[in-house]
């Protein structure tokens, strides 16, 4: 009798490979479907199961856990319902090329294929988002390398794996050691290394190409985070200034006065300018996707830096594409570049960087927006933000300010949905990022749309949590200006179409007061003179603080550079019978004006 209590279950031996990989959490929601996975982290205290609301907030959850650690995230779902709502934080994972690995239930096994109540063919479901690798489990033996090599595929190939485990087979006995036989898999968790500096012929041709360029663009990527100094000597060397894709935004400070800022849709001037009057193009860890923001075909050559080679050549049609890890590949580059000594680039760089803060703070201030400029709070915002303070952004408006006013410092964090773009991920991103980093302040910024569709329940896991934490300080600033705006801008922007009022008008909830009603707290800021004072009592506040912004709808999160036929569609728009067409005409004035 001793000897079968002694006996581990699937489950549990599950829960101890997960804790030899390292995992320290797993956020998720339980179901019935993975009732022995959760009755064995209930008998063990090395990994934490964190209940969020909502499948989807337990994926982004992980996802921004991979984010803010470099480490594999860990999701955990029932079956059916709950395997479908994990998809769109896995997505996020897969498209933002983050190592994630998603634990599920499925019915028994004797009920497959009998339309069984939430049958659903999970292997099918996940073999998008999970396609490096999803597989069920039909038998004990399985489970040690089912873990291992979906760890190990996350890890090396940055990407969402999945491992199903059906109701029935949680609760057998498990097999450790599987037999030694024919048939059998015996894996194992050690290290995996494998060369990331590309072949000295292949660093000499792109040397060769940096250094006969005399006007040299770095535009760094997520890819490029840990290389910081690498970059900073490489564009010192060159005389090359820096812009930054959105995940790349952190990867080097903006106190620099080489760095550029972002680029793109929501970029500055000064970014917009060199890539399109330099002569060489350097592309370190990013797969930027909009080529009309890169250097027109033929006037610049290019070099790409990247750990996957299946993402090199693809945006710009580069002369030498070098397929390792961003800091080692560009350690193994310095030593064969020649520093330029004509710096006229470099200064004209220098200039328009100036002149691109300026130029955002004067929007920032301007004294003629008829509410609160969302740009101001963001300015003020960026005033207050500590060195190890930890951001993270939604989608929509709140991602063109992200980009543009915070000044980015060294050693903060910061991520948003690059490549999903999906709204909802601010909150559940700031609640991870928390839990990894208890001692750093986390701001979430988002819109009143992403605060609607999962903010508000991310908060009722906070408001059950705060106590428990070290630094409490989770400012949530919601702009609500009752308005998906950005949206209402590509509609006027890329359509020519009038603002439709039935699909982009919110409901006005008060976010600060429901932030109260949980138990945290929060302020309403109605004018500008608000703001700095809601931010610093947001700061100092001993509970994570809602600040809820009447936000100006008609702010237009503007590309750099508007064209003809760009200002042509916006006027169509307007001609159109757009309701707010003097705010939109005002707008545009104003960004045309500058």
């Known amino acids: ?82 395997a479908i709502h994990m998809l769109n934080g896995l997505y996020d994972a897969k498209l933002d090329h983050q190592p994630v690995v998603a634990i599920v239930g499925q019915q028994k096994r004797a009920s497959l294929g009998g339309d069984y109540q939430q049958e ?41 794996t999945c491992v199903i485990v059906p109701h029935d087979l949680q609760t057998m006995d498990a097999v450790p050691v599987p037999p030694r036989e024919h048939g059998s898999v015996l894996s194992g968790i050690g290290m995996v290394a494998r060369s990331m500096v590309p072949q000295p012929d292949a660093l000499r041709a792109a040397a060769d190409i940096l250094n006969a360029g005399s006007k040299v663009a770095i535009l760094a990527g997520a890819g490029a985070h840990g290389a910081a100094d690498e970059l900073i000597q490489v564009a010192e060397l ?19 006065p080489f760095v550029t800022g972002s680029i793109g849709v929501i970029g500055t001037q000064a970014s917009f300018r060199m890539m399109n009057e330099c002569d060489t193009l350097l592309m370190v860890g990013s797969s930027f996707p909009y080529s009309e923001f890169l250097p027109p075909e033929g006037k610049a050559r290019g070099v790409q830096i990247d750990i996957d080679g299946t993402m090199v050549s693809l945006r710009y049609p580069m002369e030498c594409s070098l397929v390792g890890d961003s800091r080692a590949t560009l350690q193994a580059l310095i030593p064969l570049l020649q520093r330029k000594e004509e710096r006229s680039w470099r200064n004209q760089i220098e200039s328009d960087v100036k002149e691109s803060w300026a130029l955002l703070e004067r929007k920032a201030m ?98 059950r949590d705060y106590k428990e934490w070290k630094d409490p300080r989770i400012v949530i600033v919601v702009l609500n200006n009752r308005d998906l705006s950005f949206v209402t801008w590509e509609q006027r922007g890329m ?4 603002k439709v009022e ?11 007061d429901y932030a109260k ?40 999160p503007l590309p750099p550079h508007i064209t003809r036929s760009q200002a042509e569609q916006y006027y169509k728009a307007i001609e159109a019978g757009d309701a707010e067409a003097d705010a939109v005409r005002r707008a545009l004035e104003v960004q045309g004006g500058e």
């Open 238 to 256: 060159l005389g090359a200034g820096v812009a930054k894709a959105l995940l790349g935004k952190m990867v080097l400070p903006d106190d620099l």
């Open 1 to 82: 009798m001793a000897e079968q209590e002694d006996k581990q279950t699937v489950g549990e031996f599950l829960v101890e490979r997960l804790g030899a990989w390292g995992v320290n959490r797993i956020f998720g929601y339980p179901g019935d479907a993975i009732n022995g996975i959760l009755s064995a982290l209930r008998k063990q205290d090395r990994i934490a199961f964190v209940q969020a609301r909502h499948e989807e907030l337990a994926a982004f959850m992980a996802c921004a856990h991979a984010k803010y650690t470099g480490e594999v995230g860990v999701c955990l779902s029932t079956s059916g319902p709950g």
């Open 517 to 556: 009603l949980l138990g945290l707290d929060g302020v309403r800021v109605e004018q500008p003179e608000q703001i700095a004072a809601a931010l610093d009592a947001a700061f100092r506040s001993d509970r994570p603080f809602v600040i809820d912004v009447l936000s100006d709808p008609n702010m237009p």
């Open 366 to 463: 301007n004294p003629d927006a008829p509410a609160v400029n969302p740009q101001r709070v963001f300015w003020e915002l960026s005033k207050r933000l500590a060195d190890n303070a930890v951001l993270a952004g939604d989608s929509g408006t709140v991602a063109s300010w992200y980009a543009l006013d915070i000044k980015a410092k060294s050693g903060m964090l910061g991520s948003l949905s690059g490549g999903l773009a999906t709204m909802g991920s601010a909150v559940p991103y700031a609640y991870a990022a928390k839990l990894a980093h208890p001692e750093r302040p986390v701001i979430a910024l988002v819109g009143d749309g992403a605060m609607q569709m999962n903010g508000m329940n991310g908060l009722i896991t906070m408001a």
């Open 120 to 160: 659903v063919d999970l292997v099918s479901l996940f073999k998008d988002v999970a396609g490096a690798y999803v597989q069920m489990a039909a038998s004990p033996e399985q489970i040690r390398h089912l873990i291992d090599r979906a760890f190990h595929i996350a890890r090396t190939e940055r990407r969402p």
């Open 495 to 498: 359509a020519g179409e009038p």
């Open 502 to 512: 039935e699909s982009q008008q919110l409901p006005d909830v008060a976010y600060a």
